[in-house]
């Protein structure tokens, strides 16, 4: 349901005045990196509840371990795909710059 809203909220407002004008595409680069960078680790805290949490509960070694687990993949998980967007857009993608906005992207 909040899928099809989205679209349909999406369809109706439409795109960005300007957004798509070869003069005007300077004005829609990102506006605060380092903003970026902390709500990305504000949302990558927020798995950290949501995640491990996720097993349903740790009463015993196994379930523990189970949890322990799900937090260390919700660690390496980003981490890698930052990485491999951040060295995909060094290397291949032109520009080729290095690119933080594209690291919490990945």
């Known amino acids: 349901v909040g899928g099809v809203g989205a679209l349909v909220g999406a369809l109706a407002v439409g795109a960005r005045a300007g957004r798509w ?3 005007m595409a300077e004005d829609f680069d ?3 990196v ?5 709500g ?9 509840g949501f995640n491990p949490g996720s097993t349903g509960s740790m009463h015993d070694k196994a379930t523990a ?5 799900v ?10 795909a930052g990485l491999v967007v951040f060295a995909l857009r ?15 992207n990945g």
């Open 30 to 32: 990102a506006h605060s």
């Open 65 to 69: 371990n189970s949890a322990g687990l």
């Open 34 to 38: 380092p903003f970026c960078v902390l």
């Open 71 to 80: 937090a260390v993949n919700t660690t390496l998980s980003p981490c890698v």
């Open 90 to 104: 060094a290397t291949l993608v032109a520009p080729k710059k290095l690119d933080v906005g594209g690291f919490c």
């Open 40 to 48: 990305t680790f504000f949302l990558w805290f927020g798995w950290y």
């Open 21 to 23: 004008e070869e003069s």
